[in-house]
């Protein structure tokens, strides 16, 4: 009944701030003991709503589904040789969520796609038969569907987005600041609280919170964007991404 | 779910602060203890903005009873100026 620690606060605090309300006012005659025992209550029947919002599934578990979902990506992307960085695509170039294309050739530029990409696996993105990649489905293609409208292009409308659901959703982080420069998105997240195993797809898709960020981007300039450079630091980590033309 | 955790301790840090303060200056009116509550419910719930939109409207529920017992009271003082309520 009460595995959510949320329930169980929220029923004490009710119990006692409800009890101790008539006991203040009645036997003792003390107007701000009472008032203490109602701002408990207040913050019982608060914790007691904020205890429904909390996701059925446990954390111990979504690690577990991730790592097993990195760990199939990270054996495909070791069998077929893969060593191109992903580019993550907007929802408007894929037949359906966005998400991110690993060439399969390793060439040194970066291949322009111009048309909605069928939803597959394998796909070819260009006229060139060596134009075909692996589409894959990363944390930041879920992550996107979270969002209330899609972001608008500026800076402040993709930090307000990345807050929204780095901060408020996913509850990852304290803060996001996002830098636009030319063709370089700079975002710089603080205290990230995600802890992962190191995987070799991570090389070149990026670790699950620059997938989310790189996958936000790219909706949000309807652009495709891959993640130039990650950086981890004391308390916070700094993702460049690189929006592709 | 650090944020609703941050959210939690603000709100009881604010009310006892509320609360210590109030009976210091010796006021004894539960009303003013129960408006003032309301109004540093309100800040903290617009200052969270980035809860997610169920806790939100969770929260704006909670939100809702507390101004109606501000309604209330508000009522009930109107009444005691109009002499219908002792």
Same mark, same amino acid.
């Given at each position: 009944?009460?595995?959510?620690?949320?329930?169980?606060?929220?029923?004490?605090?009710?119990?006692?701030?409800?009890?101790?309300?008539?006991?203040?006012?009645?036997?003792?005659?003390?107007?701000?003991?009472?008032?203490?025992?109602?701002?408990?209550?207040?913050?019982?029947?608060?914790?007691?709503?904020?205890?429904?919002?909390?996701?059925?599934?446990?954390?111990?578990?979504?690690?577990?589904?991730?790592?097993?979902?990195?760990?199939?990506?990270?054996?495909?992307?070791?069998?077929?040789?893969?060593?191109?960085?992903?580019?993550?695509?907007?929802?408007?170039?894929?037949?359906?969520?966005?998400?991110?294309?690993?060439?399969?050739?390793?060439?040194?530029?970066?291949?322009?796609?111009?048309?909605?990409?069928?939803?597959?696996?394998?796909?070819?993105?260009?006229?060139?038969?060596?134009?075909?990649?692996?589409?894959?489905?990363?944390?930041?293609?879920?992550?996107?569907?979270?969002?209330?409208?899609?972001?608008?292009?500026?800076?402040?409308?993709?930090?307000?987005?990345?807050?929204?659901?780095?901060?408020?959703?996913?509850?990852?982080?304290?803060?996001?600041?996002?830098?636009?420069?030319?063709?370089?998105?700079?975002?710089?997240?603080?205290?990230?609280?995600?802890?992962?195993?190191?995987?070799?797809?991570?090389?070149?898709?990026?670790?699950?919170?620059?997938?989310?960020?790189?996958?936000?981007?790219?909706?949000?300039?309807?652009?495709?964007?891959?993640?130039?450079?990650?950086?981890?630091?004391?308390?916070?980590?700094?993702?460049?991404?690189?929006?592709?033309? | 779910?650090?944020?609703?955790? &941050? +959210?939690? /301790?603000?709100?009881? *840090? $604010?009310?006892? #602060?509320?609360?210590?303060?109030?009976? %210091? !200056?010796?006021?004894?009116?539960?009303?003013?203890?129960?408006?003032?509550?309301?109004? &540093? +419910?309100? /800040?903290?719930?617009? *200052? $969270?903005?980035? #809860?997610?939109?169920?806790?939100?409207? %969770? !929260?704006?529920?909670?939100?809702?009873?507390?101004?109606?017992?501000?309604?209330?009271? &508000?009522?009930?003082?109107?009444?005691? *100026?109009?002499?219908? #309520?002792?």
């Amino acid at each position: 009944m009460f595995r959510n620690p949320y329930v169980l606060i929220g029923v004490v605090l009710t119990f006692v701030g409800a009890c101790s309300i008539p006991v203040f006012y009645l036997l003792l005659g003390c107007t701000p003991l009472t008032a203490l025992g109602t701002s408990v209550a207040i913050l019982g029947v608060l914790c007691l709503g904020l205890s429904r919002t909390r996701p059925e599934i446990p954390p111990e578990v979504s690690a577990m589904l991730l790592q097993a979902g990195v760990e199939n990506v990270s054996a495909l992307v070791e069998e077929l040789g893969l060593t191109s960085q992903a580019i993550y695509l907007p929802s408007s170039m894929t037949e359906g969520p966005p998400k991110a294309i690993m060439p399969l050739s390793s060439n040194p530029s970066r291949p322009h796609i111009r048309s909605k990409l069928p939803n597959r696996l394998i796909v070819t993105y260009g006229p060139n038969p060596k134009d075909t990649g692996l589409m894959v489905t990363t944390p930041g293609s879920a992550t996107v569907a979270m969002l209330e409208s899609k972001p608008g292009p500026s800076a402040t409308e993709l930090e307000s987005a990345l807050s929204h659901v780095l901060i408020g959703m996913l509850d990852l982080a304290n803060s996001v600041r996002v830098n636009m420069a030319g063709n370089k998105i700079n975002v710089e997240v603080s205290n990230p609280h995600m802890e992962y195993p190191k995987a070799l797809v991570y090389q070149y898709l990026g670790t699950p919170l620059a997938s989310i960020i790189a996958s936000i981007a790219a909706e949000a300039l309807d652009k495709p964007v891959s993640v130039g450079s990650e950086q981890q630091q004391k308390s916070k980590t700094l993702v460049e991404l690189e929006v592709l033309p | 779910m650090r944020i609703y955790n &941050v +959210y939690i /301790i603000l709100l009881a *840090l $604010f009310f006892m #602060l509320t609360t210590f303060i109030l009976s %210091l !200056s010796d006021q004894s009116s539960w009303d003013l203890y129960f408006s003032l509550y309301l109004i &540093v +419910y309100l /800040i903290f719930t617009l *200052l $969270f903005t980035y #809860l997610n939109p169920r806790a939100r409207r %969770l !929260s704006n529920v909670t939100g809702y009873l507390l101004f109606a017992g501000f309604a209330l009271i &508000v009522a009930s003082k109107v009444l005691s *100026l109009l002499g219908v #309520l002792p």
